[in-house]
């Protein structure tokens, strides 16, 4: 069976709520939101989102068409039947309740490939450009980095590893996708119920604040239950004025310098020590880290503020 990633038909419908957003936004004047975009910032996302649409067949190429299938057959003929003779199946096939489960499962590994873009500084840097604005609105949504397509498909393979169909995993990645979008607005308020179980707008504003108590906090894609789980769920305090961005801003609304500034930012901090396990710290431990204490990460900045 061959499937449609269903971001092919969801890049019209971004431009138009984008466009929607933005016009609600200036002919409502007395809201504080009025400030919501700013035509540069603007300019620099939707440059960030058509430079990832054009990359968005290579990824599907290498994901779906080369790496998922790759995966997928390797393990089943191609190892001697291992679903087959050692799992007792070949494939879950398409029924109804395997689609949920892939999307349960895509969800899982959106958490951990999303938390690791958040510790693993070298990860960071293809990320952040995704927090680089200091505005949160459908325009940042788009504000995607363009080297996550080297890496992320590592984080899902394991799923047609065991026996779901790599075609199926791509839909379900596309589904992800459509709701991560919508998430990037401040115009919908707590959903009630719903908070209990899904990621939803308030918990995403959380995720985009630089404030030191919301700072990696809400890496889930549909659902919040993993990041309740392993103790990375953050409710929004509505009293407190939420500062969106990064501590370590690029200052440029220059593509080039949006996309690579975090990486020159490592190579700077590499040269600070001749020490070669300081160099692999600063490249791979937690953003912040240093060797002399001059910056600290996300985890030693609360430690500090617990004691205090």
């Keep these: 069976m061959d499937f449609t990633n269903p971001l092919v038909y969801g890049v019209p419908c971004f431009l138009g709520l984008i466009l929607l957003e933005l016009t609600y936004s200036k002919h409502h004047k007395k809201e504080k939101k009025k400030n919501l975009y700013k035509w540069k910032d603007l300019a620099a996302s939707l440059t960030m989102g ?59 590994s959106y958490y951990w490939f999303h938390r690791q873009n958040h510790n693993v500084r070298f990860l960071w840097a293809a990320h952040i450009v995704h927090h680089s604005s200091d505005n949160f609105n459908l325009g940042t949504a788009v504000r995607n980095g363009w080297f996550t397509i080297l890496y992320k498909p590592f984080f899902y393979m394991w799923i047609v590893a065991i026996g779901f169909p790599p075609e199926m995993l791509v839909v379900c990645l596309g589904i992800e996708a459509l709701w991560q979008f919508q998430l990037h607005t401040v115009y919908v308020p707590k959903l009630g119920f719903f908070e209990k179980i899904l990621n939803t707008h308030t918990m995403h504003q959380v995720h985009h604040a630089q404030n030191a108590e919301y700072m990696d906090k809400n890496h889930g894609g549909f659902l919040n239950i993993f990041d309740r789980i392993f103790g990375t769920w953050k409710e929004l305090d509505e009293t407190i004025a939420i500062k969106y961005g990064v501590t370590h801003a690029p200052d440029s609304y220059n593509p080039i310098t949006i996309l690579t500034h975090e990486y020159k930012d490592i190579w700077r901090d590499m040269k600070k020590s001749k020490n070669w396990y300081h160099k692999f710290k600063y490249a791979f431990a937690a953003p912040g880290w ?19």
């Design 50 to 108: 058509i430079g990832s649409a054009i990359l968005a067949p290579l990824t599907k190429t290498i994901a779906a068409i080369v790496l998922f299938n790759f995966v997928y057959e390797i393990f089943n003929p191609i190892l001697d039947g291992v679903r087959t003779n050692i799992m007792g199946y070949e494939s879950f096939g398409y029924a109804w309740y395997i689609w949920i489960l892939c999307q349960l499962l895509d969800d899982f």
């Design 290 to 308: 240093s060797h002399d204490g001059n910056t600290l990460t996300i985890k030693q900045q609360r430690k500090i503020m617990s004691d205090t």
